[in-house]
């Protein structure tokens, strides 16, 4: 039953660094937000039970909002396997969302136990849905850590009784059908291979000399801001990938290349396609570009 007409909202954790936590404390809008459900638990929040409450199955939930990495067994609170209390809500959930790419897909806690630790509902090795039971009510929000919009977009949307539109993996469209690469700052270095010379400087591209994974990666990080102002690529930094599948990637700061060409082509972009357009890019001469060229050859 929901009280007042609030959704009642349940947030657990399993193996996890508390990122998701901490980034989600920075939603600027954090108790407005927060004023539209009703919330049971949460490991920092004041909240209406207790985590022993939580335990004993003593509350019923609407969302269940997911946070760390899983194992079957080996991780308790309380001395209750967590694993087996988040089924027990899961199964009454009407939405379950994986806050972070650990909880989503098995994240870095997953490289240090590959056979046992994974995400909820992916397994990027079998590349299959587990628990797919779940898979009609689950919304993933991978990141390390979450977007605080992102959270509350979505969380917004339950509580208004909206549609999500999600891709295969069920991130929402409206957060991750771009890539990361839409709305760089610096996409016409990209375009015209112009590359920066060092991390934190504002010109310049981070693709080719310094491995940024933003043409190859899911999200709107150069379209919802950090604190509204920043991002990775704006403050000199290349993306590191970690709203995939395959976060973390093992070298970092590098693209491969043959003869000046991507290995891996940018996401939706034809090799024919990128050849060509590379090669009327060399046809035209612009001169503040030249200009900086000729800065990186001295």
Known sequence: MKRGGKPKLLWLQSI??????????????????????????HPVLEAEYTLQDILEGHVDCD?????????EKGVAKGGVEISSVIEYYAKQAAHIITAGTCATFGGIFKQYDPEHITGFCFDIEEKTTRHKQYADKLISLPGCPIHPKWLGFVLMMIAQKR????????????????????????NEYFEWKVDTEGFGLKEGCLFYELGCQGPYTHGSCN?????????????????????????PKTTLFETKTNMGI??????????????????????????????????YDR
């Open 63 to 71: 969302i269940l909002v997911l946070e760390g990495a899983f194992r």
């Open 16 to 41: 996890t660094c508390n990122g998701n936590t901490h980034s989600f404390l920075n939603h600027p809008d954090l108790f407005s937000l927060l004023s539209h459900f009703e919330l049971l638990y």
């Open 223 to 247: 379209k919802i801001l950090w604190n509204d102002v920043s991002s990775k690529t704006v403050s000199g930094t290349p993306c590191f990938g970690c709203t995939e599948p395959d976060f």
């Open 262 to 295: 991507p290995a891996a082509m940018p996401l939706g972009i034809p090799r024919r396609a990128y050849l060509t357009v590379t090669g009327v890019v060399k046809s035209f001469k612009i001169k503040r570009f030249e200009e900086r060229l000729i800065e």
């Open 163 to 186: 549609p999500i539109a999600k891709d295969t993996l069920h991130r929402p469209l409206e957060l991750y059908a771009p890539t990361v690469h839409t709305g760089c700052a610096r």
